[in-house]
T-cell receptor
Framework: DGGITQSPKYLFRKEGQNVTLSCEQN?????MYWYRQDPGQGLRLIYY???????QKGDIAEGYSVSREKKESFPLTVTSAQKNPTAFYLC???????????????FGEGSWLTVV | AQKVTQAQTEISVVEKEDVTLDCVYE???????LFWYKQPPSGELVFLIR??????QNEISGRYSWNFQKSTSSFNFTITASQVVDSAVYFC????????????FGGGTRLMVKP
């Protein structure tokens, strides 16, 4: 099946630990994104990548890190520096990220991260 | 800067009622795109529609219809004869040529359809 796969679906982390969320897409999309969603709120952009080996900070990048070594993969690491990491994390992708392209962004099923 | 406002945080209707979800946007871009997504309880965002700023034709897809009005900067979404399966959170989003392909989301509207 084509699409965006996120894992794990549910993750518990102890305070002070880093944790990595996986995101894989087989849509051959150039651009990938990570969004954070807090309960009852909209989505906020953490990081995005327009092409392999390149990524940019979004609106709330502090306490997070990413890599884009392969076109199909864009893992997100939530570091211990992130003060309030408990949230729902959504990975997404689009064909390109060129200005004025208006490409539709497609989303994965999300990962719930809880700090205990 | 871009902004999307969904003033209705929660709407409750009885099955078979029609319901309209409001979306108002702000942008300085001359070319921009508007989107609606559905987020069911499972969490995944499901793409519903994309509209570019040059196309003001209303669109209908089954029980769904969208009304785009540049004069009022609105892109409203109507569900006709609502069903319980329509219960979800609905997000309106905007991207513009000065923001690349970055989406700005509204806060979402939670729709509850009761049997």
């Amino acid at each position: 099946d084509g699409g965006i796969t996120q894992s794990p679906k549910y993750l518990f982390r102890k305070e002070g630990q880093n944790v990595t969320l996986s995101c894989e897409q087989n849509l051959n999309h150039d651009a990938m994104y990570w969004y954070r969603q807090d309960p009852g709120q909209g989505l906020r952009l953490i990081y995005y990548s327009q092409i392999v080996n390149d990524f940019q900070k979004g609106d709330i990048a502090e306490g997070y890190s990413v890599s884009r070594e392969k076109k199909e993969s864009f893992p997100l690491t939530v570091t211990s520096a992130q003060k309030n990491p408990t949230a729902f994390y959504l990975c997404a992708s689009s064909e390109t990220s060129t200005a004025s392209s208006g490409n539709t962004i497609y989303f994965g099923e999300g990962s719930w991260l809880t700090v205990v | 800067a871009q902004k999307v406002t969904q003033a209705q945080t929660e709407i409750s209707v009885v099955e078979k009622e029609d319901v309209t979800l409001d979306c108002v946007y702000e942008t300085r871009d001359t070319t921009y795109y508007l989107f609606w997504y559905k987020q069911p309880p499972s969490g995944e965002l499901v793409f519903l529609i994309r509209r570019n700023s040059f196309d003001e034709q209303n669109e209908i897809s089954g029980r769904y219809s969208w009304n785009f009005q540049k004069s009022t900067s609105s892109f409203n979404f109507t569900i006709t004869a609502s069903q319980v399966v329509d219960s979800a959170v609905y997000f309106c989003a905007l991207s513009g040529n000065n923001a690349g392909n970055m989406l700005t989301f509204g806060g979402g509207t939670r729709l509850m359809v009761k049997p």
